[in-house]
């Protein structure tokens, strides 16, 4: 084989594997279509038809742990506390067991969806009445539905959650 000859076999060779490699990068990296649904990602305003019940506190407020865990499942996890043992379970609520009953609980509710209103207390179980109490970023009633204090608080968004205290203020 003539010094010709192996200089274009190394040349073919080199192209074929330049070739080897862009080929699949190319493949990897090249532009596609953004079928991403940006709208419903980043969906904000209250619900429309109504406020959806997230979960009804009246029942499992001030019950012992077991009827709570017949209704909410099992605690994802629990910790002690300076008043009692502390739980959180899904559907983003969280409980503070106080001498063995569920009393202080903390609801999330989904950001941005639903307006700081007193329509706001359908997601727990409540009835929408006039706040006792009205802050920048609260509202507060006292003696609701069986319960000691209802507080709901919130942004320019929407409500953030809602603190309700069963039994202790």
Do not use: N
């Not at 407020?61 to 605690?75: C, F, K, T």
């Not at 409980?95 to 009393?103: E, L, M």
């Not at 209802?150 to 409500?159: A, I, K, N, P, Q």
């Amino acid at each position: 084989m003539t010094d010709r000859a192996r200089i274009f076999l190394k040349l073919a060779l080199a192209t074929l594997l330049l070739l080897a490699l862009a080929v699949p990068a190319w493949w990897a990296l090249r532009p596609q279509p953004d079928r991403y649904d940006y709208a419903a990602a980043f969906e904000t305003g209250a619900v429309e038809a109504g406020v959806p019940l997230q979960v009804d506190v009246t029942a499992f407020a001030g019950r012992p742990r077991a009827v709570v865990e017949s209704l909410l499942g099992r605690p994802q996890g629990c910790e002690a506390s300076m008043y009692g043992e502390r739980c959180r379970y899904a559907r983003e609520v969280e409980i503070v067991y106080v001498d063995g009953r569920a009393d202080w609980m903390t609801v999330r509710y989904p950001y941005g969806r639903i307006a700081l209103a007193p329509a706001a207390l359908a997601a727990i179980g409540l009835s929408p009445v006039e706040p006792h109490q009205v802050g920048s970023f609260s509202l507060r009633w006292q003696a609701i539905g069986g319960l000691h204090d209802v507080e709901l608080v919130g942004d320019e968004s929407g409500v953030l959650y809602a603190r309700i205290k069963a039994i202790h203020g």
